[in-house]
């Protein structure tokens, strides 16, 4: 049963992991909507979950975490696994709009990404906040 509490924890840290190296590429675009030849990048979130977390078959947490370390009872954290930005695949966004300098940011597009992923970003902080406080409560037997 304990394993499968912090099994709940372990997607909810890959995904909140995941939307934080997302706003960072989205803001990367931002950042460099004037600059000339930029290409635009983002990342398939449900892809990536799916590979860092395990959540490809449906159940939460699917992927068993590794062992790894100087202790075989070590598990395998994110920055020792190569952190959530390595092992994600970033790909380059489709031009919506041509631009004589080659820049293919879409401000509207940009802004709606960030704002989008800032809201499931906070959801996700609320989904752990919940489950922490039910886990407090099973325990404290209330």
Do not use: C, W
């Amino acid at each position: 049963m304990f394993e499968q509490l912090t099994q709940r924890m372990e997607f909810f840290s890959a995904s909140l992991q995941l939307r934080a190296h997302r706003q960072q590429v989205i803001a990367s675009n931002i950042a460099n909507a004037d600059t000339p030849g930029y290409v635009a990048r983002d990342f398939r979130f449900r892809e990536a979950l799916e590979q860092v977390g395990g959540a490809g078959n449906g159940r939460v947490g699917a992927g068993a975490p590794t062992l790894a370390g100087q202790d075989a009872r070590h598990l395998r954290t994110a920055s020792s696994a190569g952190g959530v930005a390595e092992r994600t695949r970033v790909d380059y966004t489709v031009q919506t709009q041509p631009s004589l300098d080659g820049n293919s940011v879409d401000m509207d597009q940009q802004r709606a990404n960030f704002t989008d992923n800032a809201v499931r970003y906070e959801s996700t902080l609320r989904f752990i906040n919940g489950h922490v406080k039910t886990m407090l409560s099973a325990i404290q037997g209330q």
